[in-house]
């Protein structure tokens, strides 16, 4: 599916925008529905924590204390767009192609940055929040705003996926030094909305301030191989749903109904 020049682009940058995923009628249906869960079931944030956020690199002072992000996981529970979304096949195919043949859902998660004082982010890699035992894994950004330097795009550091899980501080979220990971050298990926952003569960990435008027919405859906076995975090334990390939046989993953570990007693 995708291109030996894109696979290139990718192991060797660390990210890969793909163009119009999503048709225009697609973005329309998840959009609308998005709007529905933010309005029925998000209390929004001041988003990710530490003290980062004293840092004038990411937010004045005046800033600091008006930042808003509306979060929310699995919008496939609650919005059948984003039930068809997860299972784009164009998107599942590019995916086995970098770390396939087999694919897994991991996890689905909101980062929507509010007007004029839309969250940032830090730079960090996705790893400490769900370790896995090696990196076939592929987050994908689906872009339902358009991404822009304006409001707060995703920014990569290229090649820093080669580099494995680093060692990050735990004060608030999980980030890296801000001195040593300054978001001044991370490139920006403008991306429009329909489109896709990969990049591997290793790669430095963070975002700026959404300043615009309007809000950023950015959903990143996390698919693994079904081999590389979840360490710890987010979501662990948990089956997810096979976009690619039929799920292997592999030794030491139980896959039990309730999606829970340890198997919950036995209910009645
Ligand atoms: O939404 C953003 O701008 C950043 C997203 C991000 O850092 C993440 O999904 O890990």
């Known amino acids: 599916m995708l291109t030996k020049e894109e696979i290139s682009f990718f192991n060797e940058n660390s990210y890969l925008r793909m163009?119009?995923?999503?048709?225009?009628?697609?973005?329309?249906?998840?959009s609308r529905e998005l709007d529905h869960v933010i309005e029925n079931f998000v209390t929004p944030?001041?988003?990710?924590?530490?003290?980062?956020?004293?840092?004038s690199q990411y937010l004045s002072a005046d800033e600091e204390s008006k930042t808003m992000l509306a979060g929310i996981k699995e919008l496939q529970h609650f919005s059948p767009a984003w039930a068809h979304a997860i299972l784009n096949q164009r998107l599942a195919a590019s995916i086995a192609d970098l770390i396939g043949p087999e694919v897994e859902l991991q996890q689905v998660t909101l980062h929507a940055k509010g007007p004029e004082y839309g969250a940032?982010?830090?730079?960090?890699?996705?790893?400490?929040?769900?370790?896995?035992?090696?990196?076939?894994?592929?987050?994908?950004?689906?872009?339902?705003?358009?991404?822009?330097?304006?409001?707060?795009?995703?920014?990569?550091?290229?090649?820093?996926?080669?580099l494995g899980p680093l060692k990050h501080l735990r004060n608030g979220s999980h980030h890296l030094p801000t001195e040593q990971y300054p978001i001044e050298d991370a490139v920006s990926v403008p991306a429009d909305a329909g489109d896709v952003v990969l990049f591997s569960i290793n790669t430095i990435h963070g975002s700026a301030v959404n300043r615009t008027k309007e809000w950023r919405r950015l959903v990143r859906l996390g698919y693994r191989n079904p081999?590389?076995?979840?360490?710890?975090?987010?979501?662990?334990?948990?089956?997810?749903?096979?976009?690619?390939?039929?799920?292997?046989?592999?030794?030491?993953?139980?896959?039990?109904?309730?999606?829970?570990?340890?198997?919950?007693?036995a209910t009645p």
């Open 45 to 55: 944030s001041k988003g990710w924590q530490g003290p980062w956020r004293k840092d």
């Open 19 to 30: 163009k119009a995923v999503y048709s225009p009628d697609e973005v329309d249906a998840m």
């Open 120 to 162: 940032p982010f830090p730079m960090h890699q996705d790893y400490p929040f769900y370790p896995h035992e090696d990196d076939r894994f592929i987050d994908a950004l689906v872009h339902v705003d358009a991404g822009t330097e304006e409001n707060g795009c995703i920014k990569f550091l290229p090649g820093s996926h080669q």
């Open 227 to 265: 081999r590389n076995k979840q360490l710890g975090g987010q979501a662990f334990g948990r089956p997810g749903i096979m976009v690619h390939g039929v799920r292997p046989k592999v030794e030491g993953v139980e896959i039990n109904p309730y999606g829970l570990w340890p198997r919950p007693a």
